[in-house]
């Protein structure tokens, strides 16, 4: 008899699962599943604590799952991506393992891992690999050249246009194989444990409840409330995305059911919300078109002429929310506290990092990576090197945001600032914005630090210092 086996990796759910569906499309081979657990590798990707422990409530949701289909998860844990090609090239041979089925993932390490496996494995198991984690594959939408896209607006329209014509339509979870099995809990980690928040329960049921709610009840105001951290107006999905609980496929096709011309409907918050899973693809593409991006390298070389300042007190109070920005501070404690934080204030913070402190974004980069339980490669580069100007389709590097305006325009009556700076209560209305000028006039001493830096000035020398970066390029 047939053995398939299903290698889960990022995409930890039963439902709208390319490589699972496939290998249970064949009724009379036995089919096992496994899972590598490699936290020596994570470490090298600088995963956060968090998210293994998000990893690992998930994969035990999908064992119950799986086990109720007759179909046995094994979870193994190993260093790093080599010893996982070790250790499954010999289960493959002690199971005697006809097919391997997996969903492929796009970082660098990821795939020379693949490539590895396919030289230890050579022609006795047959492997199936699948484009799952993406609505369209990386290579798919090219420019008329044929070349990937550098900058999001075009990349987005030929997205669209073939979006339209494709099958993107969800897969159903496998039909149970036969009685189900009793389920052993996988070894745990070798993680440090980590508290995930209570708001993003595990399992692919949670996932898509919120989905659905999102849809329904809040993607028509997605527009006008998606900047504004004090309102709950995005979908909070990413960590259930970032592990592959949830598939892009899965969202687009329930905001097809809610808004079935959402393609046609651009000025509509089920468009605007579409646009932003097709950032996520874009980012995608691009780590795949220009590998270097993974090993953290800017896409626009001359950016690396940029006297980065090494500053650990400045850094410190940036991490620990003490930088005196009020809007700044309060979203690095919710990051360090939650793992999760709003797209408006990611920008913010990544701007004041690089742009107010002259601090290497790689440096910004890899911070994030170690709080944020959605953290993924692709979208955390992409993120990062918008917000320091040396990406695709960045924002200019004479564009810098000043905080304390970001502040005023999306948390205007300062109730996002005073939730996560309780210190700041007694600071009334937008004055909470600049609280040391408040204070000076009222004669009050507030338990909050001094801006560690004066915006107007820190901008001045950071233009002049992308200028001369820039102008020792053109010699
Ligand atoms: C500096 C910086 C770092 C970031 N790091 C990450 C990261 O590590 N992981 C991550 O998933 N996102 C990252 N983002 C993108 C974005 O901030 C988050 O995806 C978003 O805030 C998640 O909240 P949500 O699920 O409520 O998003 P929604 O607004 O509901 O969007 C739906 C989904 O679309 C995707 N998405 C939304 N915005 C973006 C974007 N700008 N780029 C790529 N995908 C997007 C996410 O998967 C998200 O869950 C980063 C952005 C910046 C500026």
Redesign the pocket.
């Known amino acids: 008899m047939a053995t398939h086996l299903v290698w889960l990796r990022n995409d930890l759910r039963i439902t709208d699962n390319k490589a699972l569906h496939a290998a249970c499309s064949d009724s009379n081979a036995k089919v096992l599943a496994v899972f590598i657990a490699s936290p020596a590798q994570w470490a090298k990707h600088d995963m956060a604590p968090r998210q293994a422990a998000f990893i690992y409530q998930n994969l035990l949701q999908v064992q119950r799952d799986l086990a109720a289909l007759g179909i046995e998860l094994i979870c193994h844990q190993v260093g790093d991506f080599a010893e996982s090609v070790t250790w499954l090239a010999d289960f493959c041979r002690r199971q005697r393992v006809t097919s391997l089925y997996y969903n492929r993932q796009y970082e660098v390490n990821e795939r020379l891992r693949d490539d590895l496996l396919e030289n230890v494995l050579g022609a006795d198991v047959a492997r199936y690999a699948f484009d799952d984690a993406l609505l369209l594959p990386p290579g798919s939408v090219l420019t008329g050249s044929g070349e990937m896209f550098k900058v999001y607006t075009p990349f987005r329209n030929a997205f669209i246009r073939r979006l339209a014509t494709s099958d993107v339509g969800s897969l159903p979870a496998p039909r149970s194989r036969g009685a189900a099995i009793d389920v052993e809990k996988p070894a745990p980690f070798d993680y440090p444990s980590a508290d995930v928040d209570a708001a993003y329960p595990a399992g692919e049921a949670a996932a898509l409840r919120r989905l659905t709610a999102?849809c329904r009840e809040r993607v028509a105001d997605?527009a006008a409330k998606?900047d504004l951290p004090a309102v709950d107006g995005?979908?909070?999905?990413?960590p259930y995305?970032?592990v592959g609980v949830l598939s892009p496929r899965q969202?687009f096709n329930r905001l097809r059911i809610e808004y079935p011309d959402v393609l046609e409907s651009v000025n509509s918050g089920a468009f605007c919300?579409l646009n932003?899973?097709i950032?996520?693809e874009f980012?995608r593409h691009l780590i795949v078109a220009f590998p270097l991006l993974c090993k953290h390298r800017p896409f626009i070389g001359w950016t690396d002429g940029v006297p980065w300042r090494s500053n650990e007190q400045a850094l410190l109070a940036w991490q620990t929310g003490a930088t005196g920005y009020p809007i700044v501070d309060a979203a690095m404690r919710q990051l360090n506290s939650t793992g999760?934080?709003?797209?408006r204030l990611?920008?913010i913070?990544?701007s004041f990092l690089v742009k107010d402190l002259l601090i290497d974004w790689r440096i910004g980069e890899r911070y994030?990576?170690q709080q944020?339980l959605?953290?993924?490669l692709a979208?955390?580069n992409?993120?990062?090197q918008?917000?320091a100007s040396t990406g695709t389709d960045a924002a200019p590097y004479f564009r810098i945001f000043n905080p304390t305006l970001q502040g005023k325009r999306f948390d205007p009556r300062g109730e996002f600032i005073r939730r996560w700076l309780p210190e700041l209560a007694g600071v009334p209305g937008d004055a909470v914005h600049q609280p040391y000028v408040w204070a000076q006039k009222q004669g009050e001493r507030l338990d909050y630090p001094l801006p560690i830096v004066e915006h107007g000035r820190a901008r001045t020398e950071t233009l002049a210092a992308f200028e001369a970066a820039r102008r020792l390029r053109q010699h």
């Open positions: 999102f997605y998606r995005t979908s909070g999905l990413s995305l970032a969202c919300w932003e899973l950032w996520r980012y999760w934080i709003h797209n990611r920008m913070c990544a994030f990576m944020l959605d953290g993924d979208a955390n992409g993120g990062w918008w917000a």
